[in-house]
């Protein structure tokens, strides 16, 4: 019998963590506490691409340029194979004044990303996006099409085994699952399931609010982006506006406040939607990692026990990119990105 996987978490990372381990021959089982999908994967807004990225690190922007590379091809292969289309398009992004106009077209060219100054705004062109929400949809059926077991609205219980090997999980049920190894890629619930094993691991969960409109196709051609606000349209007309950074707890809750603020700066960059209806009003929980800078690697009390998680806002596009370091890092391979800037945090 094949080795089994469990997968604790079903965003984008674990899917994808969950598709490479079977392409590998393992069996997996994807638990879930709510449904697949449906936290930050669903809230985020899809942009495949590091937002100003010459203000991150490198180990961010290395993992996001890497997993943005797949998701033509993922998409297309979802296509193709569930009949569900996530609707990838290269659609760009023109970034408004201010930001540092010298450091963004050095950073373009050392990168290889194609750049063009446009009166005062940068255009990238090479920018995709995909409808995320789709996206996990497509995901969903092909990780069903592919065997994998999945299990949701079951909540695992903080790590109670003392360190060396997990030989079992519960749940709040008093379900019990062994497996051969565990893949940890819970977002910002990572921490809390790890209970006293998180030792240095520091993330925690961050809000993010977005507006829905409705405008004709094509009104907006590409995505737009000033001081940490974008607006994303999607190919039937849909507007995105976002995103807020609120450091508030697991509280998903929407405010009026935000929701006002999002509406204001939405018309600033789009007049359209001065007077157009706000249809939906909604919030998710990013998992914020020091830096940004995500943990895939193993845990360092357990030799069965990997962590695929703190993506921050980034899990979307980094996730082909991460499950392949996971599912490498697991088989003993050398994975294709360099995996070191990823390792559990050490102390201090």
């Not at 509280?251 to 001065?274: C, G, M, S, V």
């Not at 070191?340 to 201090?348: D, M, V």
Request: with cysteine; aromatic share 8%; glycine share 8%.
């Amino acid at each position: 019998m094949s080795e089994h996987a469990v997968i604790i978490g079903a965003g984008a990372v674990g899917c994808l963590s969950a598709l490479e381990l079977v392409q590998r021959g393992w069996r997996v089982t994807v638990v879930e506490r709510g449904r697949l999908g449906m936290e930050s994967s669903w809230a985020g807004g899809g942009i495949l691409f590091p937002l100003l990225p010459w203000n991150y690190t490198e180990p961010v922007n290395r993992l996001a340029l890497a997993g943005a590379a797949h998701h033509a091809t993922l998409c297309e292969q979802l296509l193709a194979e569930t009949g569900i289309d996530p609707q990838f398009q290269m659609c760009g992004m023109r970034i408004l004044p201010p930001f540092d106009l010298a450091v963004a077209r050095q950073w373009c060219q050392a990168h290889s990303i194609a750049s063009e100054l446009e009166s005062e705004s940068l255009w990238l062109p090479q920018v995709a996006q995909a409808r995320n929400p789709r996206l996990m949809q497509a995901l969903r059926a092909l990780m069903l099409k592919r065997g994998v077991t999945l299990l949701e609205h079951t909540q695992l219980l903080p790590l109670q085994q003392d360190s060396g090997r997990v030989n079992a999980w519960q749940d709040s049920e008093g379900h019990v699952f062994d497996a051969d190894i565990f893949v940890l890629t819970a977002g910002a619930w990572s921490q809390g399931l790890l209970g006293r094993h998180a030792l240095s691991l520091r993330m925690k969960p961050m809000r993010g609010q977005m507006l829905l409109y409705q405008l004709p196709p094509a009104t907006l051609p590409s995505l737009l982006y000033q001081e940490d606000f974008y607006l994303i349209p999607r190919m039937d007309g849909h507007i995105l506006a976002g995103s807020t950074v609120e450091d508030v707890g697991f509280n998903k809750a929407t405010t009026p406040a935000i929701a006002t603020l999002l509406a204001t700066r939405a018309a600033a960059l789009l007049p359209q939607l001065a007077d157009a209806e706000i249809i939906k009003h909604w919030s998710g929980l990013r998992p914020g990692s020091p830096d940004n800078v995500p943990v895939i690697a193993r845990h360092p009390a357990f030799d069965n026990l990997y962590l695929n998680t703190g993506h921050f806002r980034y899990g979307v596009t980094m996730a082909p990119a991460s499950a392949e370091i996971l599912a490498s890092l697991v088989c003993g391979e050398a994975p294709a990105v360099n995996a070191e800037a990823y390792a559990f945090p050490k102390p201090g």
